[in-house]
Every structure is written in structure tokens, then in C-alpha cells.
């Protein structure tokens, strides 16, 4: 089965960054980072946001 969302520390891991920015960042700075899916206080990235945010990096 393949996942749909990723979690914050999934995220993090998974592109190097640290946990506790990105979590600054989803609030502060949310054009840094993929669109979240806010699911009452659980904040998740798309698969599909993150391939997205991942071209969008690219091209710059």
C-alpha cells in the first residue's frame, strides 16, 4: 500500500531538514514548503503537493 500524506518528521527526514523549522515554517512561512492537508491539529504534506513543491524547486 502506498502512502498518501506524509507526516512533519517524515517530511524532515526525508529531505534533510530540521523538524522543529519546518514545523515554524508551516505557520510562518508556508511558501517554503509543500501545501498542508490540516486535519484538526495534524498537519500532513500530500504526496502529490510534495511532487509539486519538488518541480516548482526544480526550475528555480
Request: positive net charge; glycine residues 4%.
Amino acid at each position: 500500500m502506498q502512502k498518501h500524506v506524509l507526516t512533519i518528521p517524515e517530511f524532515s527526514q526525508m529531505y534533510g531538514l530540521n523538524e522543529a523549522t519546518v514545523r515554524v515554517d508551516v505557520t510562518r512561512a508556508p511558501e517554503k514548503l509543500p501545501a498542508v492537508l490540516r486535519i484538526g491539529r495534524s498537519i500532513r504534506f500530500t504526496v502529490e503537493a510534495v511532487k509539486q513543491w519538488e518541480v516548482k524547486n526544480q526550475q528555480q
